[in-house]
Protein backbone atom coordinates (compact mmCIF):
# COMPACT_ATOMS: atom_id res chain seq x y z
CA UNK A 1 0.00 0.00 0.00
CA UNK A 2 1.28 3.19 -1.06
CA UNK A 3 1.93 6.60 1.21
CA UNK A 4 -0.79 8.43 -0.19
CA UNK A 5 -3.26 5.48 -0.30
CA UNK A 6 -2.42 4.51 3.52
CA UNK A 7 -2.88 8.26 4.02
CA UNK A 8 -6.41 8.38 2.48
CA UNK A 9 -7.63 5.11 4.02
CA UNK A 10 -6.75 7.07 7.72
CA UNK A 11 -8.00 10.11 6.60
CA UNK A 12 -11.44 7.75 5.58
CA UNK A 13 -11.27 5.99 8.84
CA UNK A 14 -11.32 9.37 11.06
CA UNK A 15 -13.98 10.68 9.31
CA UNK A 16 -15.75 7.31 9.76
CA UNK A 17 -15.39 7.60 13.82
CA UNK A 18 -16.62 11.14 13.79
CA UNK A 19 -19.99 9.62 13.61
CA UNK A 20 -19.24 7.34 16.19
CA UNK A 21 -21.94 7.74 19.40
CA UNK A 22 -20.27 8.71 22.58
CA UNK A 23 -22.14 5.65 24.42
CA UNK A 24 -21.19 2.11 25.67
CA UNK A 25 -20.41 -0.52 23.09
CA UNK A 26 -18.20 -2.94 21.23
CA UNK A 27 -16.77 -1.96 17.70
CA UNK A 28 -15.62 -4.45 15.87
CA UNK A 29 -12.16 -3.45 13.11
CA UNK A 30 -12.07 -5.73 9.98
CA UNK A 31 -9.15 -6.34 7.06
CA UNK A 32 -9.68 -5.74 3.13
CA UNK A 33 -10.82 -9.15 3.04
CA UNK A 34 -13.96 -8.35 5.59
CA UNK A 35 -12.51 -10.40 8.30
CA UNK A 36 -12.65 -9.51 12.27
CA UNK A 37 -8.82 -8.75 12.94
CA UNK A 38 -9.75 -6.98 16.33
CA UNK A 39 -12.91 -6.72 19.07
CA UNK A 40 -13.19 -4.09 21.82
CA UNK A 41 -15.11 -2.53 23.80
CA UNK A 42 -15.73 0.82 25.32
CA UNK A 43 -17.37 3.40 27.88
CA UNK A 44 -17.23 5.93 25.04
CA UNK A 45 -17.26 4.58 21.57
CA UNK A 46 -16.07 7.64 19.95
CA UNK A 47 -13.46 8.56 22.37
CA UNK A 48 -11.88 4.99 22.42
CA UNK A 49 -11.60 4.22 18.73
CA UNK A 50 -10.09 8.15 17.48
CA UNK A 51 -7.60 7.00 20.08
CA UNK A 52 -5.98 4.59 17.67
CA UNK A 53 -5.36 7.00 15.26
CA UNK A 54 -3.71 10.02 16.99
CA UNK A 55 -0.19 10.62 17.74
CA UNK A 56 -0.40 10.90 21.79
CA UNK A 57 -2.57 7.64 21.30
CA UNK A 58 -2.12 4.00 21.62
CA UNK A 59 1.32 3.67 20.63
CA UNK A 60 2.44 0.06 21.11
CA UNK A 61 4.15 -1.86 18.66
CA UNK A 62 1.22 -4.21 18.18
CA UNK A 63 -1.37 -1.85 18.01
CA UNK A 64 0.59 -0.44 15.13
CA UNK A 65 0.03 -3.94 13.58
CA UNK A 66 -3.18 -3.42 14.01
CA UNK A 67 -4.13 0.13 12.56
CA UNK A 68 -1.71 -0.84 9.39
CA UNK A 69 -4.45 -3.50 8.37
CA UNK A 70 -7.79 -1.76 9.32
CA UNK A 71 -9.90 -1.74 6.46
CA UNK A 72 -13.45 -0.60 8.05
CA UNK A 73 -14.54 -0.29 11.64
CA UNK A 74 -18.41 -1.69 12.92
CA UNK A 75 -20.01 -0.96 15.93
CA UNK A 76 -22.92 -2.33 18.37
CA UNK A 77 -24.46 -0.15 21.32
CA UNK A 78 -24.81 -1.98 24.75
CA UNK A 79 -26.90 0.07 27.69
CA UNK A 80 -23.91 0.03 30.37
CA UNK A 81 -19.86 -0.97 29.45
CA UNK A 82 -20.81 -3.95 31.92
CA UNK A 83 -22.89 -4.95 28.81
CA UNK A 84 -20.25 -4.40 26.50
CA UNK A 85 -17.86 -6.39 28.30
CA UNK A 86 -20.06 -9.29 27.98
CA UNK A 87 -20.38 -8.71 24.31
CA UNK A 88 -16.83 -8.66 23.82
CA UNK A 89 -16.23 -12.23 24.91
CA UNK A 90 -19.00 -13.50 23.04
CA UNK A 91 -17.40 -11.79 20.17
CA UNK A 92 -13.63 -12.38 20.80
CA UNK A 93 -15.10 -16.42 21.00
CA UNK A 94 -17.05 -16.21 17.41
CA UNK A 95 -14.56 -14.14 15.41
CA UNK A 96 -11.30 -15.21 16.97
CA UNK A 97 -9.47 -12.24 15.95
CA UNK A 98 -5.94 -12.36 15.36
CA UNK A 99 -5.32 -9.07 17.35
CA UNK A 100 -6.81 -10.16 20.46
CA UNK A 101 -5.96 -12.39 23.43
CA UNK A 102 -7.88 -15.07 22.95
CA UNK A 103 -8.37 -18.70 24.71
CA UNK A 104 -8.21 -21.66 22.71
CA UNK A 105 -11.63 -23.86 22.89
CA UNK A 106 -9.68 -27.23 23.13
CA UNK A 107 -9.22 -26.36 26.78
CA UNK A 108 -12.33 -26.99 27.83
CA UNK A 109 -12.31 -27.59 31.62
CA UNK A 110 -13.78 -30.93 33.27
CA UNK A 111 -16.35 -30.17 36.05
CA UNK A 112 -18.06 -32.07 38.31
CA UNK A 113 -22.01 -31.92 38.06
CA UNK A 114 -24.75 -32.54 40.08
CA UNK A 115 -27.96 -32.33 38.68
CA UNK A 116 -30.45 -31.18 40.84
CA UNK A 117 -33.69 -31.42 38.73
CA UNK A 118 -34.09 -35.00 39.41
CA UNK A 119 -35.87 -36.45 42.25
CA UNK A 120 -32.79 -39.29 42.26
CA UNK A 121 -29.71 -36.50 41.31
CA UNK A 122 -26.25 -38.37 40.21
CA UNK A 123 -22.65 -36.53 39.67
CA UNK A 124 -21.42 -36.33 36.21
CA UNK A 125 -18.61 -34.89 33.76
CA UNK A 126 -19.49 -31.27 32.22
CA UNK A 127 -17.41 -29.01 30.35
CA UNK A 128 -19.40 -25.80 30.72
CA UNK A 129 -20.77 -23.93 33.59
CA UNK A 130 -24.02 -23.49 32.58
CA UNK A 131 -26.78 -21.58 34.77
CA UNK A 132 -29.17 -24.28 34.85
CA UNK A 133 -29.74 -24.81 38.60
CA UNK A 134 -27.05 -27.56 38.99
CA UNK A 135 -24.19 -27.84 40.98
CA UNK A 136 -20.55 -27.69 39.74
CA UNK A 137 -16.88 -28.85 41.68
CA UNK A 138 -13.96 -27.95 39.65
CA UNK A 139 -12.39 -27.14 37.38
CA UNK A 140 -10.31 -29.92 37.51
CA UNK A 141 -6.82 -30.73 35.92
CA UNK A 142 -7.99 -34.10 33.56
CA UNK A 143 -11.04 -36.16 32.92
CA UNK A 144 -9.49 -38.41 34.66
CA UNK A 145 -9.45 -37.02 37.67
CA UNK A 146 -13.20 -36.03 37.55
CA UNK A 147 -13.99 -40.07 36.21
CA UNK A 148 -12.10 -40.91 39.32
CA UNK A 149 -13.71 -38.30 41.54
CA UNK A 150 -17.23 -39.65 40.58
CA UNK A 151 -16.16 -43.61 41.16
CA UNK A 152 -15.11 -42.77 44.51
CA UNK A 153 -18.41 -41.02 45.42
CA UNK A 154 -21.02 -43.61 44.01
CA UNK A 155 -18.96 -46.28 45.50
CA UNK A 156 -18.66 -44.80 49.39
CA UNK A 157 -21.85 -43.12 49.52
CA UNK A 158 -23.84 -45.36 47.47
CA UNK A 159 -24.84 -42.14 44.42
CA UNK A 160 -26.46 -43.90 41.40
CA UNK A 161 -23.95 -43.37 38.46
CA UNK A 162 -27.04 -44.65 35.95
CA UNK A 163 -28.29 -42.67 32.85
CA UNK A 164 -31.58 -41.10 33.34
CA UNK A 165 -32.70 -43.47 30.02
CA UNK A 166 -31.32 -46.45 31.78
CA UNK A 167 -33.01 -45.20 35.46
CA UNK A 168 -36.18 -45.06 34.01
CA UNK A 169 -36.73 -48.39 32.05
CA UNK A 170 -35.56 -50.48 34.96
CA UNK A 171 -37.75 -53.06 36.34
CA UNK A 172 -35.36 -54.97 38.75
CA UNK A 173 -32.37 -53.98 40.53
CA UNK A 174 -28.58 -53.93 38.24
CA UNK A 175 -25.19 -55.30 39.45
CA UNK A 176 -24.19 -52.05 40.98
CA UNK A 177 -26.72 -53.08 43.64
CA UNK A 178 -26.12 -56.60 44.00
CA UNK A 179 -22.24 -55.08 44.80
CA UNK A 180 -23.40 -52.72 47.23
CA UNK A 181 -22.52 -49.67 45.66
CA UNK A 182 -26.04 -48.18 45.03
CA UNK A 183 -29.61 -48.32 46.63
CA UNK A 184 -31.32 -48.85 43.61
CA UNK A 185 -33.49 -45.70 43.43
CA UNK A 186 -34.73 -46.97 40.27
CA UNK A 187 -36.93 -49.69 41.69
CA UNK A 188 -37.63 -48.12 45.10
CA UNK A 189 -35.80 -49.65 47.32
CA UNK A 190 -34.66 -46.33 48.70
CA UNK A 191 -37.07 -43.39 49.70
CA UNK A 192 -36.04 -40.06 48.22
CA UNK A 193 -35.31 -38.85 51.97
CA UNK A 194 -32.60 -41.71 52.46
CA UNK A 195 -31.09 -40.87 49.07
CA UNK A 196 -30.82 -37.54 49.55
CA UNK A 197 -28.81 -37.99 52.66
CA UNK A 198 -26.46 -40.14 50.29
CA UNK A 199 -25.97 -36.88 47.84
CA UNK A 200 -25.57 -34.66 50.77
CA UNK A 201 -22.71 -36.53 52.07
CA UNK A 202 -21.46 -36.22 48.67
CA UNK A 203 -21.50 -32.95 48.50
CA UNK A 204 -20.21 -32.55 51.42
CA UNK A 205 -16.85 -34.05 50.49
CA UNK A 206 -16.85 -32.03 47.77
CA UNK A 207 -16.91 -28.84 49.56
CA UNK A 208 -13.83 -30.03 51.97
CA UNK A 209 -16.43 -31.13 54.82
CA UNK A 210 -14.57 -34.30 55.05
CA UNK A 211 -14.04 -34.28 58.72
CA UNK A 212 -17.22 -33.69 59.57
CA UNK A 213 -18.24 -36.68 56.68
CA UNK A 214 -16.30 -39.06 58.85
CA UNK A 215 -18.19 -38.18 62.25
CA UNK A 216 -21.07 -38.33 60.83
CA UNK A 217 -20.73 -41.38 59.14
CA UNK A 218 -18.87 -43.18 62.95
CA UNK A 219 -21.53 -42.45 64.38
CA UNK A 220 -23.94 -43.67 62.15
CA UNK A 221 -21.48 -47.00 62.24
CA UNK A 222 -21.68 -47.17 66.04
CA UNK A 223 -25.56 -47.10 65.40
CA UNK A 224 -25.72 -49.88 62.72
CA UNK A 225 -23.99 -52.31 65.36
CA UNK A 226 -25.43 -51.40 68.34
CA UNK A 227 -28.83 -52.36 66.37
CA UNK A 228 -26.73 -55.70 65.32
CA UNK A 229 -26.45 -54.52 61.75
CA UNK A 230 -23.53 -55.57 60.91
CA UNK A 231 -23.81 -55.78 57.26
CA UNK A 232 -24.56 -51.92 57.23
CA UNK A 233 -21.78 -51.20 60.01
CA UNK A 234 -19.38 -52.88 57.62
CA UNK A 235 -20.12 -50.96 54.74
CA UNK A 236 -20.25 -47.78 57.01
CA UNK A 237 -16.60 -48.59 58.03
CA UNK A 238 -15.30 -49.10 54.51
CA UNK A 239 -16.55 -45.86 53.52
CA UNK A 240 -14.72 -44.03 56.40
CA UNK A 241 -11.76 -45.80 55.59
CA UNK A 242 -12.18 -44.55 52.38
CA UNK A 243 -12.34 -40.84 52.86
CA UNK A 244 -9.46 -40.99 55.19
CA UNK A 245 -7.50 -42.32 52.79
CA UNK A 246 -8.28 -39.46 50.33
CA UNK A 247 -7.82 -36.67 53.42
CA UNK A 248 -4.41 -38.58 53.82
CA UNK A 249 -3.35 -37.50 49.85
CA UNK A 250 -4.50 -34.42 49.43
CA UNK A 251 -2.48 -31.98 51.35
CA UNK A 252 -3.94 -28.69 52.84
CA UNK A 253 -2.57 -25.67 50.92
CA UNK A 254 -4.82 -22.95 52.60
CA UNK A 255 -6.40 -22.04 55.67
CA UNK A 256 -9.43 -20.32 53.84
CA UNK A 257 -11.54 -24.27 53.75
CA UNK A 258 -14.72 -22.30 53.15
CA UNK A 259 -13.68 -20.61 49.98
CA UNK A 260 -13.02 -21.33 46.50
CA UNK A 261 -9.96 -19.90 45.32
CA UNK A 262 -8.09 -18.93 41.89
CA UNK A 263 -4.89 -18.15 41.54
CA UNK A 264 -3.39 -16.30 38.43
CA UNK A 265 0.22 -15.86 37.47
CA UNK A 266 1.98 -15.52 34.02
CA UNK A 267 5.71 -15.37 32.73
CA UNK A 268 6.73 -14.50 29.13
CA UNK A 269 8.81 -12.70 26.92
CA UNK A 270 8.35 -11.32 23.18
CA UNK A 271 7.77 -14.79 22.26
CA UNK A 272 4.94 -15.00 24.14
CA UNK A 273 3.34 -15.44 27.65
CA UNK A 274 1.88 -18.36 29.39
CA UNK A 275 -0.94 -17.50 32.01
CA UNK A 276 -1.31 -19.93 34.64
CA UNK A 277 -4.22 -20.74 36.93
CA UNK A 278 -4.09 -22.30 39.88
CA UNK A 279 -7.55 -23.36 41.15
CA UNK A 280 -7.74 -24.20 45.04
CA UNK A 281 -11.34 -26.19 46.60
CA UNK A 282 -11.47 -26.11 50.52
CA UNK A 283 -8.29 -25.53 51.12
CA UNK A 284 -6.23 -27.86 48.62
CA UNK A 285 -5.40 -27.53 44.97
CA UNK A 286 -7.99 -29.29 42.45
CA UNK A 287 -5.58 -28.60 39.36
CA UNK A 288 -3.93 -25.95 37.43
CA UNK A 289 -3.45 -25.17 33.90
CA UNK A 290 -1.30 -23.23 31.19
CA UNK A 291 -3.25 -20.69 28.72
CA UNK A 292 -0.10 -19.99 25.94
CA UNK A 293 -1.10 -16.41 24.32
CA UNK A 294 1.49 -16.30 21.55
CA UNK A 295 1.26 -12.54 20.48
CA UNK A 296 1.05 -10.75 24.42
CA UNK A 297 4.69 -9.57 24.95
CA UNK A 298 5.20 -8.37 28.32
CA UNK A 299 7.76 -5.72 27.82
CA UNK A 300 4.55 -3.24 26.78
CA UNK A 301 4.59 -2.66 30.66
CA UNK A 302 1.33 -2.01 32.90
CA UNK A 303 -1.06 -0.26 30.62
CA UNK A 304 -0.56 -3.47 28.31
CA UNK A 305 -1.49 -5.49 31.35
CA UNK A 306 -4.54 -3.40 32.17
CA UNK A 307 -5.61 -4.06 29.17
CA UNK A 308 -5.45 -7.42 28.29
CA UNK A 309 -5.67 -9.47 31.82
CA UNK A 310 -9.84 -7.99 32.63
CA UNK A 311 -9.89 -9.66 28.85
CA UNK A 312 -8.17 -12.91 29.79
CA UNK A 313 -10.86 -13.13 33.00
CA UNK A 314 -13.77 -12.05 30.77
CA UNK A 315 -13.12 -14.96 28.03
CA UNK A 316 -11.97 -17.86 30.84
CA UNK A 317 -14.85 -16.85 33.41
CA UNK A 318 -17.44 -17.32 30.25
CA UNK A 319 -17.57 -21.31 30.62
CA UNK A 320 -15.57 -21.87 34.27
CA UNK A 321 -16.77 -21.06 37.34
CA UNK A 322 -16.21 -17.79 39.24
CA UNK A 323 -14.19 -18.36 42.42
CA UNK A 324 -14.97 -16.33 45.82
CA UNK A 325 -11.59 -14.97 45.37
CA UNK A 326 -9.30 -14.08 42.42
CA UNK A 327 -5.62 -13.62 43.34
CA UNK A 328 -3.47 -11.42 40.90
CA UNK A 329 0.20 -11.58 40.12
CA UNK A 330 -0.22 -7.63 39.85
CA UNK A 331 -3.05 -5.79 41.15
CA UNK A 332 -5.77 -3.77 38.58
CA UNK A 333 -6.62 -0.33 39.21
CA UNK A 334 -9.74 -0.05 41.27
CA UNK A 335 -12.10 1.08 38.31
CA UNK A 336 -11.36 -1.63 36.75
CA UNK A 337 -11.85 -3.93 39.54
CA UNK A 338 -15.13 -3.33 40.28
CA UNK A 339 -16.09 -3.39 36.13
CA UNK A 340 -14.47 -6.66 36.56
CA UNK A 341 -16.54 -8.10 39.34
CA UNK A 342 -19.87 -6.32 38.03
CA UNK A 343 -19.19 -8.26 34.79
CA UNK A 344 -18.87 -11.97 36.64
CA UNK A 345 -21.75 -11.26 38.87
CA UNK A 346 -24.01 -10.50 35.94
CA UNK A 347 -22.78 -14.02 34.58
CA UNK A 348 -22.85 -15.96 36.93
CA UNK A 349 -24.14 -14.41 40.47
CA UNK A 350 -20.86 -14.08 42.18
CA UNK A 351 -18.35 -10.74 42.40
CA UNK A 352 -15.17 -12.30 43.89
CA UNK A 353 -12.61 -10.12 45.27
CA UNK A 354 -9.32 -9.36 42.95
CA UNK A 355 -6.34 -9.03 44.90
CA UNK A 356 -2.77 -9.56 45.10
CA UNK A 357 -1.42 -11.99 47.60
CA UNK A 358 -1.17 -10.99 51.12
CA UNK A 359 0.62 -12.85 53.85
CA UNK A 360 2.82 -15.83 53.47
CA UNK A 361 0.32 -18.43 52.68
CA UNK A 362 -1.11 -16.17 49.33
CA UNK A 363 2.39 -15.73 48.57
CA UNK A 364 3.57 -19.43 48.58
CA UNK A 365 0.35 -19.97 46.40
CA UNK A 366 1.17 -17.41 43.71
CA UNK A 367 4.97 -19.27 43.80
CA UNK A 368 3.20 -22.25 43.20
CA UNK A 369 1.79 -20.77 40.28
CA UNK A 370 4.66 -19.12 39.05
CA UNK A 371 6.96 -21.94 39.25
CA UNK A 372 4.18 -24.12 37.13
CA UNK A 373 4.04 -21.12 34.56
CA UNK A 374 7.98 -20.83 34.25
CA UNK A 375 7.62 -24.39 33.47
CA UNK A 376 4.72 -24.25 30.75
CA UNK A 377 7.07 -21.52 29.45
CA UNK A 378 9.74 -23.29 29.40
CA UNK A 379 8.33 -26.08 27.18
CA UNK A 380 6.08 -23.87 25.23
CA UNK A 381 8.84 -21.88 23.86
CA UNK A 382 11.35 -25.07 23.08
CA UNK A 383 8.10 -27.01 21.16
CA UNK A 384 7.59 -23.00 18.90
CA UNK A 385 10.98 -23.02 18.46
CA UNK A 386 11.62 -26.67 17.28
CA UNK A 387 8.55 -25.78 14.71
CA UNK A 388 9.74 -22.32 13.55
CA UNK A 389 12.99 -24.21 12.63
CA UNK A 390 10.49 -27.01 10.93
CA UNK A 391 8.78 -24.15 8.55
CA UNK A 392 12.42 -22.69 7.84
CA UNK A 393 13.43 -25.57 6.47
CA UNK A 394 10.90 -26.00 4.74
CA UNK A 395 10.51 -22.42 3.13
CA UNK A 396 14.19 -23.25 1.66
CA UNK A 397 14.06 -26.57 0.93
CA UNK A 398 11.27 -25.93 -1.06
CA UNK A 399 11.81 -22.61 -2.61
CA UNK A 400 8.76 -20.69 -1.35
CA UNK A 401 8.56 -16.81 -1.67
CA UNK A 402 7.17 -16.63 1.75
CA UNK A 403 7.99 -17.94 4.81
CA UNK A 404 4.99 -20.71 5.37
CA UNK A 405 3.06 -19.61 8.40
CA UNK A 406 -0.80 -21.18 6.73
CA UNK A 407 -0.43 -24.36 5.14
CA UNK A 408 -3.53 -26.37 4.03
CA UNK A 409 -3.46 -29.86 2.66
CA UNK A 410 -6.15 -31.66 0.75
CA UNK A 411 -7.32 -35.51 0.28
CA UNK A 412 -9.77 -36.93 -1.82
CA UNK A 413 -11.78 -40.06 -1.02
CA UNK A 414 -14.39 -42.37 -2.80
CA UNK A 415 -15.62 -45.62 -3.00
CA UNK A 416 -16.33 -47.31 -6.22
CA UNK A 417 -16.72 -44.08 -7.79
CA UNK A 418 -19.50 -43.12 -5.69
CA UNK A 419 -19.38 -40.84 -1.97
CA UNK A 420 -17.02 -38.44 -3.63
CA UNK A 421 -16.06 -36.23 -0.65
CA UNK A 422 -12.70 -34.07 0.13
CA UNK A 423 -11.16 -33.05 3.51
CA UNK A 424 -9.15 -29.92 3.65
CA UNK A 425 -6.59 -29.51 7.17
CA UNK A 426 -5.07 -26.64 7.68
CA UNK A 427 -1.76 -25.66 10.33
CA UNK A 428 -0.74 -22.44 11.27
CA UNK A 429 2.73 -22.28 12.75
CA UNK A 430 3.29 -26.16 12.31
CA UNK A 431 0.21 -26.57 14.31
CA UNK A 432 -3.48 -27.92 13.87
CA UNK A 433 -6.39 -25.00 13.10
CA UNK A 434 -9.46 -27.31 13.46
CA UNK A 435 -11.39 -24.08 13.17
CA UNK A 436 -10.11 -24.00 9.50
CA UNK A 437 -10.94 -27.21 8.78
CA UNK A 438 -13.48 -28.37 5.97
CA UNK A 439 -15.48 -31.32 4.67
CA UNK A 440 -17.14 -31.22 1.38
CA UNK A 441 -19.38 -33.07 -0.66
CA UNK A 442 -18.92 -32.97 -4.11
CA UNK A 443 -21.49 -32.74 -6.61
CA UNK A 444 -20.37 -31.01 -10.01
CA UNK A 445 -19.53 -34.64 -11.30
CA UNK A 446 -20.37 -38.17 -11.35
CA UNK A 447 -18.14 -40.73 -10.92
CA UNK A 448 -14.18 -41.21 -10.07
CA UNK A 449 -12.31 -37.99 -11.47
CA UNK A 450 -10.02 -36.90 -9.42
CA UNK A 451 -9.04 -33.66 -11.34
CA UNK A 452 -12.99 -32.68 -11.60
CA UNK A 453 -12.35 -33.09 -7.92
CA UNK A 454 -10.30 -31.02 -7.11
CA UNK A 455 -10.65 -28.24 -9.33
CA UNK A 456 -14.29 -28.54 -7.55
CA UNK A 457 -12.96 -27.89 -4.32
CA UNK A 458 -10.33 -25.86 -4.93
CA UNK A 459 -13.04 -22.98 -6.13
CA UNK A 460 -15.16 -23.43 -3.52
CA UNK A 461 -12.18 -22.76 -1.02
CA UNK A 462 -10.41 -20.09 -2.84
CA UNK A 463 -13.53 -18.40 -2.77
CA UNK A 464 -14.07 -17.68 0.80
CA UNK A 465 -12.17 -14.37 0.86
CA UNK A 466 -12.44 -14.03 4.41
CA UNK A 467 -9.66 -16.85 4.91
CA UNK A 468 -6.14 -15.35 3.99
CA UNK A 469 -4.88 -17.40 1.72
CA UNK A 470 -2.33 -20.32 2.05
CA UNK A 471 1.68 -19.93 1.31
CA UNK A 472 1.69 -23.42 0.67
CA UNK A 473 -0.34 -26.16 -0.47
CA UNK A 474 0.51 -29.69 0.17
CA UNK A 475 -1.87 -32.57 -1.98
CA UNK A 476 -1.86 -36.17 -1.01
CA UNK A 477 -0.25 -37.84 -4.28
CA UNK A 478 2.59 -38.04 -6.78
CA UNK A 479 3.50 -36.17 -9.57
CA UNK A 480 0.33 -37.43 -11.39
CA UNK A 481 -2.22 -35.60 -8.06
CA UNK A 482 0.26 -32.70 -8.56
CA UNK A 483 -0.28 -32.05 -12.25
CA UNK A 484 -4.10 -32.15 -11.47
CA UNK A 485 -3.67 -29.92 -9.09
CA UNK A 486 -1.62 -27.97 -10.88
CA UNK A 487 -3.88 -27.57 -13.66
CA UNK A 488 -6.49 -26.74 -11.51
CA UNK A 489 -5.20 -23.74 -9.81
CA UNK A 490 -4.50 -22.38 -13.52
CA UNK A 491 -8.13 -22.71 -14.27
CA UNK A 492 -9.46 -21.02 -11.23
CA UNK A 493 -7.27 -18.73 -12.09
CA UNK A 494 -4.39 -19.09 -8.89
CA UNK A 495 -1.32 -20.62 -10.43
CA UNK A 496 0.36 -18.37 -7.91
CA UNK A 497 -0.77 -19.84 -4.50
CA UNK A 498 2.85 -22.99 -3.94
CA UNK A 499 1.96 -26.04 -4.50
CA UNK A 500 3.42 -29.60 -3.70
CA UNK A 501 2.68 -32.86 -3.94
CA UNK A 502 3.60 -35.66 -0.71
CA UNK A 503 3.98 -39.06 -1.76
CA UNK A 504 5.38 -42.33 -0.21
CA UNK A 505 7.54 -44.37 -2.76
CA UNK A 506 8.86 -48.16 -1.89
CA UNK A 507 12.92 -47.53 -2.02
CA UNK A 508 15.09 -50.74 -1.34
CA UNK A 509 16.74 -50.64 2.63
CA UNK A 510 19.58 -52.57 4.52
CA UNK A 511 18.20 -54.49 7.86
CA UNK A 512 20.86 -56.63 9.44
CA UNK A 513 22.36 -58.76 6.73
CA UNK A 514 19.36 -58.45 4.69
CA UNK A 515 18.00 -55.99 1.82
CA UNK A 516 14.32 -54.71 2.20
CA UNK A 517 11.88 -52.80 1.20
CA UNK A 518 10.47 -49.70 3.29
CA UNK A 519 9.12 -46.28 2.33
CA UNK A 520 9.96 -43.20 2.11
CA UNK A 521 7.91 -39.64 2.01
CA UNK A 522 8.90 -37.68 -0.78
CA UNK A 523 7.76 -34.07 -2.21
CA UNK A 524 6.90 -33.54 -5.53
CA UNK A 525 7.79 -29.34 -7.01
CA UNK A 526 6.23 -28.11 -10.21
CA UNK A 527 8.87 -28.03 -12.81
CA UNK A 528 11.24 -30.35 -10.92
CA UNK A 529 11.99 -33.83 -12.01
CA UNK A 530 13.31 -35.21 -8.86
CA UNK A 531 11.40 -35.06 -5.41
CA UNK A 532 12.88 -33.32 -2.45
CA UNK A 533 13.33 -36.02 0.53
CA UNK A 534 13.97 -34.32 4.30
CA UNK A 535 15.04 -36.59 7.37
CA UNK A 536 12.57 -38.06 8.89
CA UNK A 537 14.15 -36.71 12.70
CA UNK A 538 13.30 -33.02 11.47
CA UNK A 539 9.92 -31.03 12.22
CA UNK A 540 9.43 -30.73 8.89
CA UNK A 541 9.05 -33.80 7.70
CA UNK A 542 6.62 -33.95 11.41
CA UNK A 543 4.88 -31.24 9.95
CA UNK A 544 4.34 -32.12 6.06
CA UNK A 545 4.06 -35.92 7.13
CA UNK A 546 1.27 -34.53 10.34
CA UNK A 547 -0.52 -32.53 8.24
CA UNK A 548 -0.75 -34.99 5.13
CA UNK A 549 -1.91 -38.15 7.63
CA UNK A 550 -4.58 -35.54 9.43
CA UNK A 551 -6.13 -34.83 6.01
CA UNK A 552 -6.31 -38.39 5.29
CA UNK A 553 -7.59 -39.43 8.91
CA UNK A 554 -10.47 -36.68 8.31
CA UNK A 555 -11.62 -37.72 4.40
CA UNK A 556 -11.74 -41.47 5.48
CA UNK A 557 -14.02 -40.30 8.56
CA UNK A 558 -16.53 -38.57 6.92
CA UNK A 559 -16.54 -40.50 3.97
CA UNK A 560 -17.12 -44.14 6.27
CA UNK A 561 -19.51 -41.83 8.23
CA UNK A 562 -21.52 -41.02 4.64
CA UNK A 563 -21.32 -44.51 3.96
CA UNK A 564 -22.49 -45.77 7.30
CA UNK A 565 -25.84 -43.55 7.04
CA UNK A 566 -26.32 -44.41 3.65
CA UNK A 567 -26.15 -48.09 4.26
CA UNK A 568 -28.32 -47.09 7.80
CA UNK A 569 -30.58 -45.72 5.70
CA UNK A 570 -30.72 -48.96 2.70
CA UNK A 571 -31.01 -51.15 5.37
CA UNK A 572 -33.97 -49.63 7.24
CA UNK A 573 -35.48 -48.81 4.26
CA UNK A 574 -37.09 -52.63 4.47
CA UNK A 575 -39.52 -52.25 7.84
CA UNK A 576 -42.58 -51.56 7.43
CA UNK A 577 -43.56 -48.99 9.40
CA UNK A 578 -40.72 -47.01 9.39
CA UNK A 579 -40.72 -43.91 8.18
CA UNK A 580 -38.37 -41.15 7.53
CA UNK A 581 -38.40 -39.48 10.30
CA UNK A 582 -38.29 -42.17 12.98
CA UNK A 583 -35.17 -43.54 11.06
CA UNK A 584 -33.28 -39.99 11.56
CA UNK A 585 -33.93 -40.33 15.00
CA UNK A 586 -32.98 -43.84 15.43
CA UNK A 587 -29.09 -42.50 13.59
CA UNK A 588 -29.41 -39.50 15.92
CA UNK A 589 -29.56 -41.42 19.71
CA UNK A 590 -27.17 -44.49 18.09
CA UNK A 591 -25.37 -43.66 15.81
CA UNK A 592 -24.63 -45.96 13.75
CA UNK A 593 -25.87 -49.57 12.18
CA UNK A 594 -24.48 -51.23 14.86
CA UNK A 595 -25.54 -48.89 18.00
CA UNK A 596 -28.90 -49.87 16.56
CA UNK A 597 -28.64 -53.44 15.66
CA UNK A 598 -27.22 -53.77 19.37
CA UNK A 599 -30.10 -51.95 21.41
CA UNK A 600 -32.81 -53.89 23.04
CA UNK A 601 -36.68 -53.16 22.86
CA UNK A 602 -36.65 -50.71 25.83
CA UNK A 603 -33.65 -48.61 24.80
CA UNK A 604 -35.57 -48.50 21.19
CA UNK A 605 -38.94 -47.44 22.83
CA UNK A 606 -37.04 -44.49 24.15
CA UNK A 607 -36.82 -43.28 20.61
CA UNK A 608 -40.13 -41.03 19.69
CA UNK A 609 -42.71 -42.81 17.57
CA UNK A 610 -40.66 -46.24 18.40
CA UNK A 611 -43.45 -48.51 19.76
CA UNK A 612 -42.94 -52.25 21.25
CA UNK A 613 -44.13 -53.66 18.67
CA UNK A 614 -41.80 -51.52 15.84
CA UNK A 615 -39.21 -52.12 18.37
CA UNK A 616 -39.06 -55.62 18.13
CA UNK A 617 -39.86 -55.45 14.21
CA UNK A 618 -36.57 -53.40 14.30
CA UNK A 619 -34.76 -55.70 16.55
CA UNK A 620 -35.76 -59.12 14.75
CA UNK A 621 -34.74 -57.24 11.61
CA UNK A 622 -31.20 -55.82 12.76
CA UNK A 623 -29.93 -59.01 14.46
CA UNK A 624 -28.37 -60.74 11.88
CA UNK A 625 -25.83 -57.74 11.20
Known amino acids: MSKENNEDRLDRLKDLIKGFPTTPGVYLMKNALEKVIYVGKAKDLRSRVRNYFTKSGD ?99 KVRDCRDSFFKSRKRPCITYQMGQCTAPCVDLVSKEEYK ?9 LKGKRKKIVSELTKEMKEAAGEERFELAARLRDSIRSVEVILEKQAVVSQKTDID ?83 LKERQGVAP ?27 QVAKRDLLLEGLELIQKKLHLPEFPRRIECYDISHFQGKENVASQVVFEDGLPKKDDYRKYKLKSFEGANDFLAMKEVLTRRLKHTEYEDPQLIVVDGGKGQLSLALEALKEIGRPEIPLVGLAKA ?31 SSSAFQILTGLRDEAHRFAITFHRKLR ?53 RIRIHLSDL
Open 261 to 343: MDVVAFVGDQRGTVVETLHVRAGRVIGTRPHFLPHLDLSEGKEEFLEWMPSFLNQFYLDNKVPDEIVLQEALTGDMVKLVQAV
Open 564 to 616: DKSSLASVLDEINGLGDVKKKALLKKFGSVEGISTANVEELCEVKGINPVLAE
Open 197 to 205: TQVDLSLKF
Open 506 to 536: RVKGQFSDQEVMATEERVFIPGRQNPVVFSK
Open 59 to 157: QRLRVKYLVRQIETIEYMLTPTEVEAFLLEASLIKKFRPRYNIRLKDDKSYPYIKCDMSHDFPRFYLARRVQADGGIYFGPYSSSGAVRGTIQFLNRTF
Open 353 to 379: SLSIPVGEEGKKLLDMALQNAKSHFDD
